[in-house]
């Protein structure tokens, strides 16, 4: 089944202090992998994508195949970081290019 | 300003009376989706629309309808709305399918008594 966990629903550091937001995931196929942030009063926004393999605001995010893991990482959190943080999945090509699948989301407080 | 428009923004209504949620882009996007937002359950996709006249399930489509008349439109219909459909609604479009980036409606919160 496809599937994605988030397995933890609250995140809270330290500003400064490094940030790791899990993901995993199952899929039979060939997988696109995103990460969506929704900050307090705005919308949901990607914030990246695995085949962009750029940084956002210092976020990145490399896709594990082997551990199915999608893992989203910064070295120093900002308190405006602080946001729900969601990962999700897609298939790639043809009909599987047309569901995207959510994990239950990851809340990071960023403490000053 | 390219975005995606959702209305009404906040309903209360009562079990049985039909509504529609509307869902509008001014992107020229092929695809559109629906998605409900629950706690603890991330957000799960209702239906989805290739283009216009194509729609499709998502993971969780009973008690909704949807259309795709139009290319920019593409309403969620409640027919007999039911107390478990209390949710928060999110519309999104892209420019193709699910490997584009995803633009979100500011959401609708819905309950039903």
């Known amino acids: 089944a496809q599937r994605v966990t988030q397995p933890e629903k609250l995140l809270s550091v330290f500003k400064g202090a490094p940030v790791e937001l899990k993901c995993n995931y199952s899929?039979?196929?060939?997988?696109?992998l995103f990460w969506y942030v929704q900050y307090s009063r705005q919308r949901l926004q990607l914030l990246l994508r695995h085949i962009s393999r750029e940084s956002i605001k210092g976020f990145t995010a490399d896709l594990n195949k082997g551990e199915t893991s999608f893992h989203l990482k910064k070295p120093f959190a900002q308190e405006e970081d602080s946001a729900m943080y969601y990962c999700?999945?897609?298939?790639?090509?043809?009909?599987?290019?047309?569901?995207?699948?959510f994990g239950s989301g990851t809340r990071l407080l960023v403490r000053p | 300003e390219a975005q995606v428009t959702q209305n009404p923004r906040y309903l209360i209504t009562v079990t049985g009376k039909k509504l529609t949620v509307t869902c509008s882009q001014n992107m020229n996007h092929e695809y559109m989706s629906w998605y409900r937002q629950d706690p603890g359950l991330g957000l799960r996709q209702i239906y989805y629309s290739m283009n216009v006249e194509v729609t499709d399930k998502g993971d969780v489509p009973e008690g909704y309808k949807v259309s795709r008349k139009e290319k920019r439109n593409f309403p969620l219909i409640l027919e007999s709305p039911s107390p478990n459909q209390t949710s928060l609604y999110f519309c999104?479009?892209?420019?193709?399918?699910?490997?584009?980036?995803?633009?979100f409606g500011p959401g609708t919160r819905l309950t039903v008594t």
């Open positions: 899929y039979s196929g060939s997988p696109e």
């Open positions: 999700a999945l897609s298939g790639a090509g043809g009909d599987s290019s047309y569901k995207l699948i």
């Open positions: 999104a479009s892209s420019f193709r399918d699910t490997e584009d980036e995803q633009y």
